[in-house]
T-cell receptor, first 117, second 112 residues
Framework: DTGVSQNPRHKITKRGQNVTFRCDPI?????LYWYRQTLGQGPEFLTY????????KSRLLSDRFSAERPKGSFSTLEIQRTEQGDSAMYLC???????????????FGEGSRLTVL | KNQVEQSPQSLIILEGKNCTLQ??????????LRWYKQDTGRGPVSLTI???SENTKSNGRYTATLDADTKQSSLHITASQLSDSASYIC???????????WGAGTKLIIKP
């Protein structure tokens, strides 16, 4: 399978626990994005990487959220001290950078659904 | 403020019928407009991407139009099938690939 892969697909945790989601992008894609989506809403941008560099992180929802892409391949999104309001679908996407045309198509994974009890 | 508004919020049609979904945006500058299909509980899948100079683009039974002057786009679905039941999201890119402005989507239900 050469698509974007996310794990786990579902995570149920108790409030206050830490959770980590993993995203494996399409192998030749150098850009990787994290989004959050709540029911009935469009995806909300969180952060993105070009190779291993995190180029935008101001949209991360709070300092409890952090993301890494240590070797420019897979990425992790960690939420510390989870709250009930963190319950959502966390989506990962990847694309090839095309700075000239800026029409890079995003390929999304199936998402990781988080439920905080 | 950059915004993308979609209408209707939801739509129910019978299998085999056509339908048109609307998208109005107030995004500046403008780079491109995208339509995504999202099945319940799944990630979005790209249907079309249109730049400023393109005013129509087709992908099978899906045809998107763009009027950059009025800042409106539509997605027309021909001969609907049960598998078309999904949310359809309009997305506008201002000037950088990561800064996409997402609409809330139109939830389409196809009934047999």
């Amino acid at each position: 399978d050469t698509g974007v892969s996310q794990n786990p697909r579902h995570k149920i945790t108790k409030r206050g626990q830490n959770v980590t989601f993993r995203c494996d992008p399409i192998s030749e894609h150098n850009r990787l994005y994290w989004y959050r989506q709540t029911l009935g809403q469009g995806p909300e941008f969180l952060t993105y990487f070009q190779n291993e560099a995190q180029l935008e992180k101001s949209r991360l929802l709070s300092d409890r959220f952090s993301a890494e892409r240590p070797k420019g391949s897979f990425s992790t999104l960690e939420i510390q001290r989870t709250e009930q309001g963190d319950s959502a679908m966390y989506l990962c996407a990847s694309s090839s950078a095309d700075s000239q045309l800026n029409t890079g198509e995003l390929f999304f994974g199936e998402g990781s659904r988080l439920t905080v009890l | 403020k950059n915004q993308v508004e979609q209408s209707p919020q939801s739509l129910i049609i019978l299998e085999g019928k056509n339908c048109t979904l609307q998208c109005n945006y107030t995004v500046s500058p403008f780079s491109n407009l995208r339509w995504y299909k999202q099945d319940t509980g799944r990630g979005p899948v790209s249907l079309t991407i249109m730049t400023f100079s393109e005013n129509t683009k087709s992908n099978g039974r899906y045809t998107a139009t763009l009027d950059a002057d009025t800042k409106q786009s539509s997605l027309h679905i021909t001969a609907s099938q049960l598998s078309d039941s999904a949310s359809y999201i309009c997305v506008v890119s201002p000037d950088s690939n990561y800064q996409l402005i997402w609409g809330a989507g139109t939830k389409l239900i196809i009934k047999p």
